[in-house]
């Protein structure tokens, strides 16, 4: 139960950034919950070994270059979706850092609701 309310807040914050982002397109409510479903698990298989394999890389730039490796995953899901877009690699970088911040906030009020 836990997992799929994760999901549909992850949907849900990827909808919203879809909307204030004006280089980002979602079609449709669907599609918002693949394209957390599909960034779930590329983050989860493809992610660690895009950091393996960048691991120089990515400690020469003090960690910095995961914000590229975090654009890479929302690209490749933007290949892999019909209907949703992201138009290029600092759209993607800022989507990053937008869904990963909307999605601590919309998680720590899951969390707070837990707890009552």
Same mark, same amino acid.
């Given at each position: 139960?836990?997992?799929?309310?994760?999901?549909?807040? @992850?949907?849900?914050?990827?909808?919203?950034?879809?909307?204030?982002?004006?280089?980002?397109?979602?079609?449709?409510?669907?599609?918002?919950?693949?394209?957390?479903?599909?960034? @779930?698990?590329?983050?989860? $298989?493809?992610?660690?070994?895009?950091?393996?394999?960048?691991?120089?890389?990515?400690?020469?730039?003090?960690?910095?270059?995961?914000?590229?490796?975090?654009?890479?995953? $929302?690209?490749?899901?933007?290949?892999?979706?019909?209907?949703?877009?992201?138009?290029? $690699?600092?759209?993607?970088?800022?989507? @990053?850092?937008?869904?990963?911040?909307?999605?601590?906030?919309?998680?720590?009020?899951?969390?707070?609701?837990?707890? @009552?």
């Amino acid at each position: 139960m836990k997992l799929i309310l994760r999901i549909l807040l @992850s949907a849900l914050a990827v909808v919203i950034l879809s909307k204030v982002l004006p280089h980002v397109f979602v079609d449709s409510y669907t599609t918002a919950i693949i394209v957390a479903v599909v960034l @779930s698990l590329l983050n989860f $298989i493809v992610k660690p070994i895009l950091v393996l394999l960048t691991l120089p890389v990515t400690i020469l730039t003090l960690g910095l270059f995961l914000l590229v490796i975090n654009a890479i995953i $929302i690209l490749l899901a933007d290949n892999l979706i019909d209907g949703f877009t992201v138009d290029g $690699i600092l759209w993607a970088i800022l989507f @990053s850092l937008l869904l990963s911040f909307l999605q601590s906030i919309l998680f720590s009020l899951l969390k707070e609701d837990e707890k @009552s």
